[in-house]
């Protein structure tokens, strides 16, 4: 078979591939006959009970695997090329894209913008259509493969064509119906522009998106993130308090009526939103499940309510009393402004618990991008090591060691979004740096760090997660 080949790179232990022979470097060439174009051919083709696979072997020999498995059991294999296929990048020149208004001089990966619909599925992306052909949305409706995430940022398509600078854009939303049609499970993004697609803009898109309900689950509305390096590019202001509270009170008016008929909230303000507005976030009820955190959609609300939890189970356990008397420690936490007062009334609520643990939470100004950009997750290291040690060298007790948000790494690497290392980061500041990922719990468990809580009976250490002894 001439066709595409698939290089195996791992084989997962105990799984199907590895039980029939298949190795790292082996190529996948085909299954049940049909050559695999990418990742979508490859998961549609592997749900059936029954496969026939044909790999081929680094010494060209060619082996044809009979497969009896479950329903849409996979193989157990990751491929050297997760899509299977080439990305496609993105022929947009959207107005408010934040790639666009990066620095020069950092690293590569950073400048490619992707909006390939594979990655909707795989990790979660949200694409424009612009790329998709009509073989696309038939690939899609056929294989049931959902959700799909989808940039809508308008639904006027004339406005839409602007916004994207792609004279596609506009005709593109045709596709919203034939997923719809095909029952293909959707969720919406609206990149707010002020006096762009704000105001009666934004309520049109509202009410054409609605139409698509129940198969598009939610819609979050999010302003667009400016930085400093905007020089050339299109002019966009910030929001103000009065203009971010009429964009709520308008979200709040239409999560009615969508409850009442469909049982849905389906349109959601970001957290960036309530906190301009000097609002308090939604009652957990009304996110839906939370569909739209990667957007920064209820994600305050989130972490209050496992934070609440995690602390309540603390507080549940029998050695409470006495953890509370032998905890001592000090402790910093650095965060994105957004997120600060979120932090800071936690870290207030674990003091009271536990009186000898000193907690010191320190908003980070994002001087290297601009202050108009306030998410941990752009925190760089420089500007972390510069306003620490700022502190300091004003008298500010750090503690023993730093919690910072995970978010603020690199994904599985101990590098900030400069190249600045973890490592750098406690060289410069002479303390420990601990990665803490968003939840709750995880939160509770780094301060109450069972390296720190000594049992002065046994002087053995008393166990954070499930407070055992």
Not at 70 to 91: A, H
Not at 102 to 121: A, I, N, Q, V, W
Not at 178 to 207: A, P, T
Not at 255 to 276: M, N, P, R, W
């Amino acid at each position: 078979m001439d066709g595409k080949e698939h290089v195996v790179k791992e084989v997962a232990p105990g799984s199907i591939a590895e039980e029939m022979g298949i190795e790292a470097g082996d190529s996948l060439l085909a299954v049940n006959d049909n050559e695999i174009e990418d990742v979508f051919d490859y998961r549609y083709l592997m749900k059936d009970e029954y496969v026939e696979v044909l790999v081929r072997k680094p010494d060209g020999e060619e082996w044809l695997l009979e497969i009896d498995k479950d329903y849409d059991e996979d193989l157990g294999v990751e491929f050297e090329n997760g899509l299977m296929s080439d990305y496609r990048s993105c022929s947009n020149k959207c107005i408010f894209c934040f790639i666009d208004q990066m620095p020069p001089g950092m690293r590569e990966t950073l400048y490619f913008k992707d909006d390939d619909s594979r990655l909707s599925f795989l990790q979660g992306n949200y694409i424009t259509l612009t790329n998709m052909t009509e073989r696309d949305v038939e690939r899609i409706v056929k294989m049931q493969l959902a959700p799909i995430n989808i940039s809508v940022h308008t639904t006027n398509p004339a406005l839409r064509c602007e916004m994207l600078h792609n004279r596609f854009a506009g005709e593109k939303l045709q596709f919203l119906d034939r997923f719809y049609e095909g029952h293909v499970e959707m969720n919406g993004q609206i990149v707010c522009c002020k006096g762009v697609n704000d105001g009666e803009e934004l309520r049109r898109s509202i009410e054409d998106l609605m139409k698509y309900l129940p198969f598009m689950r939610s819609v979050s509305v999010v302003p667009a993130g400016i930085s400093r390096f905007r020089e050339g590019l299109y002019p966009i202001g910030l929001f103000t308090k009065e203009e971010a509270e009429r964009i709520i009170d308008m979200i709040d008016d239409y999560q009615k009526t969508c409850f009442d008929q469909f049982g849905l909230h389906f349109v959601h303000a970001s957290d960036e939103f309530y906190i301009l507005a000097e609002r308090d976030f939604p009652e957990e009820e009304r996110y839906d499940g939370y569909i739209q955190l990667e957007n920064g959609v209820g994600m305050m609300r989130l972490f209050r309510e496992e934070f609440t939890q995690a602390l309540a189970d603390a507080g549940q356990d029998p050695a409470y009393p006495e953890k509370k008397r032998i905890l001592k420690r000090r402790v910093s936490i650095a965060t994105g402004k957004l997120a600060f007062s979120t932090i800071q009334e936690a870290a207030e609520k674990m003091m009271q618990a536990f009186p000898g643990l000193a907690i010191h939470v320190q908003a980070i100004r994002n001087d290297f991008f601009g202050e108009t950009i306030t998410v941990a997750g752009l925190v760089t290291g420089q500007d972390l090591i510069a306003q620490l040690k700022e502190a300091q060298a004003q008298g500010v007790d750090l503690g023993e060691a730093l919690l910072i948000p995970g978010n603020m790494l690199r994904s599985g690497e101990q590098v900030f979004l400069d190249d600045v290392t973890v490592s750098q980061v406690e060289q410069a500041l002479g303390l420990s740096v601990k990665a803490v990922e968003a939840e709750g719990q995880d939160f509770v468990d780094a301060l109450l760090d069972p390296a720190y809580c000594m049992d002065r009976e046994n002087e053995g250490f008393v166990y954070v997660r499930g407070y055992d002894r």
